[in-house]
């Protein structure tokens, strides 16, 4: 029986290795995907002592079943008696590591770092950093390369001498581009002074993005010494990439080292970016300059913002590049919050009517749109001169989606100036928009009117926006008719039944004899959607009759959305 029971407890490895050693693939690949169920049946000891040795000297397959086992290993902590005897899954997965088909060697590291974390400190030190340490120095690529994923997760964890031995291992091996790319991508501890690369462009950019994420790891008192001069070289870089990728970068970095050294060594770097010979980093570093002035120390914000970065400001608001320009516009009305009344009035105000007459239309935009972070400041009031004309020259603009961009602004801006001051400026200009030759403009126009019935309330409108509204249902072009129509639509439920009835629906009726059958169908149309406004009564008396003259029209539209209205207004 005790015989029987030794064959028995053989079962489950015998198994596998009969698997592991068929021809089929499908059946190698199951037989790894069972392995936890193996391993339990063999018990700990025998997992340790058994199993992995085996699967150690046996890897050699499919990628796919590698791939498989590479995967398996990382959850085996349990199944080998937990994280005192986890350095027994160390050699497996070492050797997957080396292989040649990177998902393979890319999943070992996955598992690796995963069981690093069940090491204590000095099993770390005597088992993980001498494999680490191997793979660095290997042969080939493949394991060098697997090194790079690796350092991260054991390098805080051990004693200073043991991340110097580390430290040096770097310096004295040759990393290809292909490996110092994934230094900088993976290595977010290891770095030192000492260690030099010799970089192509697209790797230093890599080491900015690295750069940034080790500078948030790092203790303050190793920022200086460790990583701002490659951030600071890199922002002198002789790449325009390089500088722009610190420029994009640059807000993120400032909060990772903090106010102190963003007041030592970020203020410059971010003026000479400022003043980049390249426009594609200007417009980087410009779109920062709200963020970066946010971001100083209290205390001596001002001054650095007045000494340091408002001149560069002032040559980037007449740059030669539109984007550089366009960039800025969309920033710079957040200084004013930053630096007060006084300040604005005297050094922002000017920049922001010179970028207001700006050629580049983004760039008036730009600023239109920010308009209320001055008005919070110093009163729309200041700007309104020059305003107008720039608005005046937006809404006119030959192409039709800046129009329809000022368009989209005006709510805003209205609210800003206020009734008087719209009445008298901007009135015309709105209304103006409702005959435009683009469509797309005719109804952003319509849309506009709602707001700004909603903005001003339903007595303004009826004494100054419904009579020119409704006079344009005599206008000789059709479309123009129909504009009268779509803009009773949106704007009956927000006047109210009173004026919706007594002024709007007269003209709508009057509408339905139209010679164009475009207009009687959208009469139809317009009946329906305002009926719910309406009172039974003028349902009845006056709506129903027109509603079933039409019904008969000889139009097919006409008649369809006729009878559609009856319907829905329950009139038959």
Same mark, same amino acid.
Request: aromatic share 6%; charged share 25%.
């Given at each position: 029986?005790?015989?029987?029971?030794?064959?028995?407890?053989?079962?489950?490895?015998?198994?596998?290795?009969?698997?592991?050693?068929?021809?089929?693939?499908?059946?190698?690949?199951?037989?790894?995907?069972?392995?936890?169920?193996?391993?339990?049946?063999?018990?700990?000891?025998?997992?340790?002592?058994?199993?992995?040795?085996?699967?150690?000297?046996?890897?050699?397959?499919?990628?796919?079943?590698?791939?498989?086992?590479?995967?398996?290993?990382?959850?085996?902590?349990?199944?080998?008696?937990?994280?005192?005897?986890?350095?027994?899954?160390?050699?497996?997965?070492?050797?997957?590591?080396?292989?040649?088909?990177?998902?393979?060697?890319?999943?070992?590291?996955?598992?690796?770092?995963?069981?690093?974390?069940?090491?204590?400190?000095?099993?770390?030190?005597?088992?993980?950093?001498?494999?680490?340490?191997?793979?660095?120095?290997?042969?080939?690529?493949?394991?060098?390369?697997?090194?790079?994923?690796?350092?991260?997760?054991?390098?805080?964890?051990?004693?200073?001498?043991?991340?110097?031995?580390?430290?040096?291992?770097?310096?004295?091996?040759?990393?290809?581009?292909?490996?110092?790319?994934?230094?900088?991508?993976?290595?977010?501890?290891?770095?030192?002074?000492?260690?030099?690369?010799?970089?192509?462009?697209?790797?230093?950019?890599?080491?900015?993005?690295?750069?940034?994420?080790?500078?948030?790891?790092?203790?303050?008192?190793?920022?200086?010494?460790?990583?701002?001069?490659?951030?600071?070289?890199?922002?002198?870089?002789?790449?325009?990439?390089?500088?722009?990728?610190?420029?994009?970068?640059?807000?993120?970095?400032?909060?990772?080292?903090?106010?102190?050294?963003?007041?030592?060594? *970020?203020? @410059? $770097?971010?003026?000479? =970016?400022?003043? !980049?010979?390249?426009?594609? &980093? +200007?417009? /980087?570093?410009?779109?920062?300059?709200?963020?970066?002035?946010?971001?100083?120390?209290?205390?001596?914000?001002?001054?650095?913002?007045?000494?340091?970065?408002?001149?560069?400001?002032?040559?980037?608001?007449?740059?030669?590049?539109?984007?550089?320009?366009?960039?800025?516009?969309?920033?710079?009305?957040?200084?004013?919050?930053?630096?007060?009344?006084?300040?604005?009035?005297?050094?922002?105000?000017?920049?922001?009517?010179?970028?207001?007459?700006?050629?580049?239309?983004?760039?008036?935009?730009?600023?239109?749109?920010?308009?209320?972070?001055?008005?919070?400041?110093?009163?729309?009031?200041?700007?309104?001169?020059? *305003?107008? @004309? $720039?608005?005046?020259? =937006?809404?006119? !603009?030959?192409?039709?989606? &800046? +129009?329809? /961009?000022?368009?989209?602004?005006?709510?805003?801006?209205?609210?800003?100036?206020?009734?008087?001051?719209?009445?008298?400026?901007?009135?015309?200009?709105?209304?103006?928009?409702?005959?435009?030759?683009?469509?797309?403009?005719?109804?952003?126009?319509?849309?506009?009117?709602?707001?700004?019935?909603?903005?001003?309330?339903?007595?303004?409108?009826?004494?100054?926006?419904?009579?020119?509204?409704?006079?344009?249902?005599?206008?000789?072009?059709?479309?123009?008719?129909?504009?009268?129509?779509?803009?009773?639509?949106?704007?009956?439920?927000?006047?109210?039944?009173?004026?919706?009835?007594?002024?709007?629906?007269?003209?709508?009726?009057?509408?339905?004899?139209?010679?164009?059958?475009?207009?009687?169908?959208? &009469?139809?149309?317009?009946?329906?959607?305002?009926?719910?406004?309406?009172?039974?009564?003028?349902?009845?008396?006056?709506?129903?009759?027109?509603?079933?003259?039409?019904?008969?029209?000889?139009?097919?539209?006409?008649?369809?959305?006729?009878?559609?209205?009856?319907?829905?207004?329950?009139?038959?």
């Amino acid at each position: 029986m005790a015989g029987a029971e030794g064959d028995d407890s053989l079962y489950p490895i015998a198994v596998l290795i009969d698997e592991l050693r068929n021809e089929d693939v499908q059946l190698r690949l199951n037989s790894i995907k069972k392995l936890s169920t193996i391993a339990l049946a063999l018990g700990v000891e025998r997992t340790r002592t058994e199993l992995l040795p085996f699967l150690t000297d046996t890897i050699y397959d499919e990628d796919e079943v590698l791939l498989a086992l590479a995967e398996q290993l990382g959850s085996f902590t349990v199944l080998v008696g937990g994280p005192e005897f986890v350095n027994c899954l160390l050699p497996p997965l070492e050797s997957l590591a080396t292989v040649e088909e990177t998902v393979v060697r890319d999943k070992a590291v996955e598992s690796l770092r995963k069981i690093s974390q069940e090491h204590s400190p000095v099993d770390l030190e005597v088992h993980f950093v001498p494999l680490v340490k191997r793979l660095a120095s290997g042969d080939w690529f493949t394991s060098r390369t697997s090194a790079c994923g690796l350092f991260s997760v054991c390098y805080p964890r051990v004693s200073s001498t043991v991340k110097a031995e580390i430290r040096h291992s770097f310096r004295n091996n040759d990393f290809t581009p292909s490996l110092q790319r994934n230094i900088k991508l993976r290595c977010s501890y290891v770095i030192d002074p000492g260690i030099s690369f010799s970089l192509q462009d697209s790797v230093r950019l890599l080491a900015v993005e690295a750069g940034v994420s080790i500078a948030t790891l790092l203790p303050q008192e190793d920022l200086e010494a460790l990583v701002m001069p490659t951030l600071l070289q890199a922002a002198d870089d002789k790449s325009w990439r390089v500088r722009y990728m610190v420029a994009d970068k640059f807000s993120e970095l400032q909060k990772a080292v903090g106010p102190e050294i963003t007041k030592t060594d *970020l203020v @410059p $770097a971010f003026q000479n =970016l400022l003043k !980049d010979c390249e426009a594609e &980093v +200007r417009t /980087a570093a410009a779109n920062k300059v709200k963020v970066f002035c946010e971001n100083l120390l209290e205390d001596s914000r001002e001054t650095i913002i007045m000494t340091h970065i408002l001149p560069c400001v002032k040559e980037l608001v007449s740059d030669t590049n539109q984007h550089v320009k366009s960039a800025l516009a969309s920033v710079i009305m957040g200084l004013s919050t930053i630096l007060g009344k006084d300040n604005t009035v005297k050094h922002l105000l000017p920049l922001f009517l010179v970028q207001l007459k700006d050629e580049c239309p983004e760039v008036r935009l730009n600023i239109i749109s920010n308009l209320d972070c001055v008005n919070e400041v110093i009163g729309i009031r200041q700007l309104s001169q020059s *305003l107008l @004309p $720039a608005i005046v020259e =937006l809404a006119e !603009d030959a192409k039709w989606r &800046v +129009r329809l /961009a000022i368009i989209e602004y005006m709510p805003l801006l209205a609210g800003q100036l206020g009734v008087e001051f719209f009445d008298e400026k901007l009135n015309s200009l709105c209304m103006a928009w409702l005959i435009d030759h683009v469509f797309a403009i005719r109804e952003a126009a319509t849309c506009n009117l709602m707001k700004l019935v909603e903005k001003f309330g339903a007595e303004w409108a009826q004494n100054t926006i419904v009579p020119k509204v409704l006079g344009m249902a005599n206008d000789s072009n059709y479309l123009h008719r129909m504009t009268t129509l779509f803009c009773i639509n949106a704007l009956s439920e927000i006047c109210g039944q009173e004026i919706t009835t007594k002024h709007m629906l007269p003209v709508v009726l009057k509408m339905s004899t139209d010679q164009v059958a475009n207009v009687r169908f959208n &009469v139809a149309r317009c009946l329906q959607k305002i009926g719910p406004d309406l009172d039974s009564s003028a349902l009845q008396a006056e709506v129903k009759p027109v509603l079933e003259k039409l019904a008969t029209d000889q139009d097919m539209d006409v008649k369809y959305f006729a009878l559609e209205a009856i319907s829905v207004l329950a009139l038959a």
